[in-house]
């Protein structure tokens, strides 16, 4: 790479006031801006410019420890254990041992730390092996060091004047991309010649847009063609590259954004169990009567009631989730899934999905052509064949022969037709050469070597474009060879034509069409061929009354349409266009729109050719996954950048929408209108484009997501990567669902980030697998685990409700056992806390505390009894053990408990336990207070049966 140079533009001065600019001193930023290189002149650098090395640490030595702090206390789980411990170094507050607290809390935090400080170094040794990376670099006294690539303007390659590069680490495409060289410095003879060109480079301040760029080699426009940003790879050539941009400067680096810490659900639900332990605490000193320091004995029942919200719920929940996370990686069925966030293996429950890639293949099949007065599909490909095959040889004996009399008048519209598809592209043939039949390093052929049909590929940056070189060569018009200045199209004769590239304009997302000027070589006409979508085409073609409909009638059976047109030129019509055009790339401002106005004016008056349809073939097993997954109640979304009516119908033909449902399609003029009169339709599914999506977003969001959230479906075409990371914020902003964004490529990348839990596909099968098995399996035992660990939380807290009731109200500990809600959590602790009571209590009240707690006893058991459906011998076992041990601590923990030296029979009165009124008072209470939770569960089972018992029927 070169040595670079770089000249500033000018900074206005900043008027702040002094507050102002205090906050901007500490927290600005280094201005962006446009910058001029100079070739081998570094005595003009005047300011410097980023180091090239790529940092992605999240902290450092200095501030991992509070950054890690930072991020778990940010969550209210964290901070309300935070707080419980420390409110025990204050003598009035404290309720037990300090370790009892702080043990806990510490152990959690030490294991986030320790995963934390694995992460940082994986991703330490990342950076360094990135930024290791060993290129060489030339400098004006041809030293040779090494450095690591960075984004540069391609001046020279040693082959040709092109290459090719892959962009799958930067967009999530994976088909190969070409990159031209400047042709001023591609010409010259030698490569140190680069140094003796009195020459610069003028690039426009960075920007985030990867698909755009504005710059100047001396008099020589620059574009996205020129350019080779970071995370590309050179797929094939050899590039030499003057530097523009490094380091943090870098379009991949500018368009990073910081990840949020995703949390799961159940960590949410804790902030309600919150509210309920304030609520009884405020109840017990309301009942007290507000009396003396009532605030402080708010604080202590606090405090208190913090069995509610256990520790250990963190700890077992950290420990089951990085279990299911584990059984994810190694489940077979999706090979290769790697969990980066276990915290969350429980959210898969609500789906946004891209749709190409995802739904879909994104492998096109050329499907139709429609040439205006007739139709061709798949099952009449040979009669166009037999056209290409008469109407080429009719072209290369027309010299020596006489034509029919009775030509098929379809011939030459057919010929027309199929010879603008095979020029109007930007795919390139590539050759692998292969060496005692191993494959090397794919590399073009020059014009003269002999091209072999089995080790030729093509490649774009469009499949769509792939799948109609594809068809054109199963016709038998073939692309052969391709450069920069030229392309070779083979007859099916075998005959070689060669066409002369003038022109290229490349597609973009807003002209949505593409189109090339071309000389033939053998005759030396000039036309303009030019293809695109229907509502870019339809004002550049010649009137006609069939492309509207059969558009609609295409997009209806689910193909991406492309009209094909094309225009003749006179050379000087064309020398008068070329001299604008070069007059317009060659300006500092508003390039791309003087651009834009120069091509308008050739595109107009175009005569139509024909109508293509291309298919997306759906994924494998689309419609049964999808209906599994609308059976488990989860709502899916699709989101795309598809048109109007290929959304539809994909929609239909994956069955996200169902054939008895209505559509109702919301346009952009009446936006507001559309939403109000949707409120009074029911099962209709809502379609909207990207225009009106915008006028919804910007105006009329809570309706919007009020009113969709209401749809069986949702269907929202023409999105834009933006549109798709803002539809998952408004759901998460107005409603309290959880989403899950599914996509493929590089465009869905900010829809998954947003999501509460987001999945990068590659493939075609597993998908239903990772949500309906994993998904399903980690919410449930994550809720059956959060369950239990609460339940025995609520049980003591319950106790200690009763305990400070029957000491009018007082904030008084019940035990100071500080494993209370570990070991007794899990066996029946009725006994030991019964003998602890009576201990407490005087003699009036042995016979409640005796009904009660053996109560509580029957209820736990009975309550476990009710709950589980199948039975293990074990289960039976463990049953009797937890009874025989209430029933043994009648007589062996009394010493344990008591206070002093005291008898059994001084506390317990054995002949009231063995009375009639003591076994009916106790049945009663235990029936009361477990049995009608019971009935009502399955009464409402019965009668309103969950949504995932359609998966067990």
């Known amino acids: 790479f070169l040595n670079k140079d770089h000249l500033l533009e000018s900074r206005p001065e900043l008027r702040l006031c002094c507050c102002e600019c205090l906050v901007h001193t500490c927290h600005r930023k280094k201005e962006l801006k446009a910058r001029t290189v100079w070739l081998g002149h570094p005595e003009k650098c005047e300011e410097k410019y980023p180091k090239n090395a790529i940092k992605n640490q999240k902290y450092n030595i200095v501030t991992f420890v509070p950054g890690v702090l930072y991020q778990q206390f940010k969550f209210f789980l964290n901070l309300y254990f935070l707080v419980v411990a420390c409110s025990q170094f204050v003598p009035s507050l404290k309720i037990g041992y300090l370790y009892t607290y702080w043990a806990p809390l510490g152990f959690v935090l030490a294991v986030t730390m320790v995963r934390e400080a694995v992460d940082e170094v994986r991703r330490c040794r990342r950076n360094k092996e990135m930024n290791s990376q060993l290129y060489s670099k030339l400098t004006v006294r041809g030293d040779h060091s090494v450095t690591h690539p960075d984004e540069v303007i391609h001046v020279m390659s040693y082959d040709q004047s092109s290459c090719f590069i892959r962009t799958d680490q930067l967009d999530g495409e994976t088909d190969w991309k070409l990159r031209i060289a400047v042709a001023c410095t591609q010409r010259l003879p030698a490569l140190g010649d680069l140094f003796s060109i009195n020459a610069y480079i003028y690039a426009q301040k960075p920007e985030l847009d990867i698909h755009s760029f504005e710059g100047n080699f001396t008099r020589e426009s620059l574009s996205i063609e020129n350019t080779l940003w970071a995370s590309t790879v050179v797929a094939s050539g050899t590039v030499i590259g003057v530097v523009i941009y490094t380091g943090k400067e870098m379009r991949s680096m500018l368009n990073m954004s910081q990840s949020k810490n995703k949390v799961g659900l159940l960590d949410c639900l804790t902030k309600a169990l919150f509210l309920a332990q ?132 379809p011939a030459p519209k057919v010929r027309k037709a199929v010879k603008a598809i095979a020029l109007c592209h930007n795919v390139t ?102 293809k695109g979508a229907d509502v870019a085409m339809a004002s550049t073609v010649q009137y006609n009354d069939w492309l509207e409909e059969e558009c609609w009638n295409m997009a209806r059976e689910g193909l991406r349409t492309l009209v094909v047109a094309k225009k003749s030129l006179t050379e000087e019509q064309y020398q008068d266009f070329e001299s604008h055009y070069n007059e317009a790339k060659l300006s500092i401002h508003d390039r791309a729109l003087k651009v834009a106005a120069v091509v308008e004016s050739l595109e107009r008056d175009m005569e139509l050719l024909c109508l293509t349809g291309v298919e997306d073939q759906l994924q494998a097993d689309v419609w049964p996954t999808l209906e599994l997954l609308r059976n488990a109640g989860i709502k899916i979304w699709m989101l795309t950048g598809d048109k109007l009516e290929t959304a539809t119908c994909i929609a239909k033909s994956s069955h996200l929408v169902s054939r008895n449902q209505d559509i109702h399609v919301s346009n952009r003029g009446e936006a507001h209108l559309e939403l109000n009169s949707f409120r009074r339709k029911h099962n209709c599914a809502l379609v909207i484009s990207g225009n009106s999506l915008e006028v919804c977003l910007r105006y009329y969001e809570h309706e919007f997501v009020e009113l969709a959230c209401q749809c069986p479906a949702v269907v929202c075409c023409h999105c834009s990567p933006t549109q798709k990371a803002q539809i998952v914020r408004l759901l998460q902003q107005h409603t309290a ?206 009668f309103s049966p969950p949504s995932y018992s359609k998966l067990s029927s």
């Open 278 to 409: 304030v609520v009884l605490s405020v109840i017990m000193v309301a009942l007290q009567g507000f009396l003396g320091p009532w605030f402080r004995n708010l604080f202590r029942f606090v405090v208190l009631f913090s069995y509610i919200i256990p520790i250990s719920l963190r700890v077992n929940l950290d420990m089951g989730k990085s279990a299911y996370s584990w059984m994810i990686m190694k489940d077979k069925s999706i090979p290769g899934t790697v969990v980066h966030t276990s915290t969350i293996p429980e959210e898969l429950g609500r789906l946004v999905s891209d749709k190409t890639g995802t739904l879909t293949q994104n492998e096109m099949v050329f499907k139709r052509l429609h040439l205006g007065t007739v139709s061709y599909g798949t099952d009449t490909m040979d009669e166009i064949q037999s056209h290409i095959i008469q109407s080429y040889a009719q072209l290369r004996d027309s010299a020596s022969s006489t034509p029919s009399r009775k030509p098929q008048l």
């Open 429 to 530: 043939p590539v050759y692998e050469s292969r060496v005692n039949g191993a494959s090397t390093e794919p590399e073009r052929t020059e014009a003269d070597q002999d091209f072999s049909d089995d080790n030729r590929t093509y490649q774009a940056s469009s499949p769509d474009e792939v799948a109609l070189v594809h068809w054109t060569e199963s016709l038998g018009l073939t692309l052969v060879n391709r450069d920069l200045t030229s392309l070779q199209l083979k007859t099916p004769a075998g005959h070689i034509l060669t066409y002369y590239i003038l022109q290229i304009f490349p597609f973009t997302s807003e002209s949505k069409r593409m189109g090339i000027i071309v000389r033939e070589e053998a005759t030396g006409d000039i036309t303009f061929y030019m």
């Open 737 to 942: 669902i959880r989403t899950c964004a599914i996509g493929d490529g590089g465009n869905d990348v900010s829809m998954i980030q947003a999501a509460d839990c987001g999945i990068g596909i590659e493939g075609k099968e597993g998908k239903q697998v990772l949500l309906m098995v994993h998904g399903r399996n980690g919410y449930k035992r994550s809720a059956a685990l959060g369950q239990f660990v609460m339940h025995c939380g609520m049980v003591i807290s319950t106790m200690q409700a009763v305990f400070s009731s029957i000491f009018y109200f007082a904030s008084l500990y019940l035990s100071l056992c500080w494993f209370i809600s570990n070991a007794f959590s899990v066996c029946p602790p009725g006994g030991i806390l019964m003998y602890g009571a009576l201990v407490l209590f005087d003699q009036e009240f042995v016979h409640v505390v005796v009904i009660s707690f053996t109560a509580l006893i029957l209820t736990e058991l009975l309550m476990v009894a009710l709950t589980v459906r199948t039975w293990h011998w074990l289960m039976v076992v463990d049953e009797l053990i937890s009874l025989s041990c209430y029933l043994a601590s009648l007589a062996f923990l009394n010493e344990y408990f008591g206070i002093g030296r005291v008898t059994l029979g001084a506390f317990l009165d054995f002949s009231f336990i063995m009375t009639r009124m003591f076994l009916w008072k106790v049945c009663v209470i235990t029936l009361v207070s477990c049995l009608p939770l019971y009935i009502i569960k399955y009464l409402k089972r019965k």
